[in-house]
């Protein structure tokens, strides 16, 4: 997994339920990492990552020119 995608990964499947900040949600997802588990891919996410990836490479590309 992408370490990029921390705070979208931490948001999308822990701030509810920590009730806590985006922050909060990706240094969880830190956390989970660092103790060896796993992320599980759900289809919403994967839809949420693939989009943020086209916006990022929109920017990149307007950058570059």
Avoid: C, W
């Amino acid at each position: 997994m992408n370490p990029a995608y921390t705070s979208v990964i931490g948001a999308h499947k822990y701030q509810r339920l920590l009730g806590g900040t985006v922050h909060v949600a990706a240094a969880f997802t830190i956390a989970r990492r660092a103790e060896g588990r796993r992320e599980r891919f759900t289809p919403a996410l994967r839809q949420r990552i693939s989009k943020l990836r086209l916006r990022l490479l929109a920017h990149a590309d307007a950058l570059m020119k």
